[in-house]
C-alpha cells in the first residue's frame, strides 16, 4: 500500500508543480513547448507551493485512503478515467439502442461482442419474419453509475453500468398501426449492461457483452 500511496504523491506533486512554475515562468503563446529550468527555479517553485500548503501529502494520502473499493479498482484499469468512460457509455448506449431499433446490424456490430451481436440478430430477424417495426425515443438519462469491475485472468475487464433512463418505446405493424407501447407515455427504464475490455494498454475501446432489465 505505501508503494501504491508513493506513486500518487508522486504524480500528483509532478502535475501540481508543473502548474505553479507555468504561472511562475510562462510558457509564452506555445503551451506545447519544452519548459528549460534550472535546479533554483524548480526548488523555489516547489518552496512556494508548501508555503501555501498548496500541497499537503497528508491530505493527499488521506483521499487515497478515503476512496471507495469500487474505485480502487477501476484505478487498475490502464488509461481509465470513471467520468470519460461514463460519458462514452451513455453514448454507446443511445447509438446501441438506436441501431437495434432500426435494425441496424452493421453499426451494433461495432459496439457489441460477436456473442450478443447474434442475439440481436435473432431478435431483428424475428421482427422483420412478423412485419414489426420498432421504435425507440431515448428522452435523457436521469442516472448513469459504473456498479462493479470484474477482471477476467490477466487480460480482460467487466464493467457493469447501470444506466436510469426515460424512453418511449414503440412497435407498430406493416401498416403502421401501434400494437405495443404508446406514443404519449414516457416510461422510466432501469438497465444493467456490462462493458468488456482488453486490459492491453493500446486498446481503448469498449464492447456490450450482456445486457438485463432491473
Do not use: H
Not at 21 to 38: E, P, Q, R, V
Not at 57 to 73: F, G, H, I, R, Y
Not at 188 to 203: M, R
Amino acid at each position: 500500500m505505501s508503494g501504491y500511496l508513493d506513486i500518487i504523491l508522486l504524480v500528483v506533486l509532478v502535475v501540481v508543480i508543473f502548474g505553479k512554475l507555468k504561472s511562475i515562468l510562462g510558457t509564452g503563446a506555445d503551451d506545447t513547448k519544452i519548459i528549460m529550468i534550472s535546479k533554483e527555479q524548480f526548488e523555489k517553485a516547489y518552496q512556494e507551493l508548501k508555503k501555501n500548503n498548496a500541497f499537503n501529502e497528508s491530505n493527499v494520502t488521506q483521499n487515497a485512503e478515503n476512496m471507495s473499493p469500487l474505485d480502487k479498482e477501476l484505478m487498475k484499469i490502464p488509461n481509465f478515467d470513471k467520468n470519460v468512460f461514463l460519458k462514452g457509455a451513455q453514448k454507446a448506449f443511445e447509438m446501441i439502442l438506436s441501431s437495434f431499433s432500426k435494425g441496424d446490424a452493421v453499426t451494433l456490430s461495432k459496439l457489441v461482442n460477436k456473442e450478443l451481436l447474434k442475439k440481436f440478430e435473432e431478435v431483428i430477424e424475428e421482427r422483420k419474419a412478423e412485419g414489426l417495426v420498432s421504435e425507440t425515443d431515448l428522452i435523457g438519462f436521469i442516472t448513469t453509475e459504473v456498479e462493479s469491475v470484474n477482471f477476467i485472468g490477466q487480460n480482460k475487464v467487466n464493467l457493469v453500468v447501470k444506466f436510469v433512463s426515460e424512453q418511449v418505446n414503440l412497435l407498430k405493424n406493416a401498416e403502421g398501426e401501434v400494437v405495443e407501447g404508446d406514443e404519449n407515455y414516457v416510461q422510466t427504464i432501469s438497465d444493467v449492461w456490462t462493458f468488456e475490455k482488453s486490459l492491453n494498454p493500446k486498446v481503448n475501446n469498449w464492447l456490450l457483452c450482456s445486457t438485463r432489465k432491473c
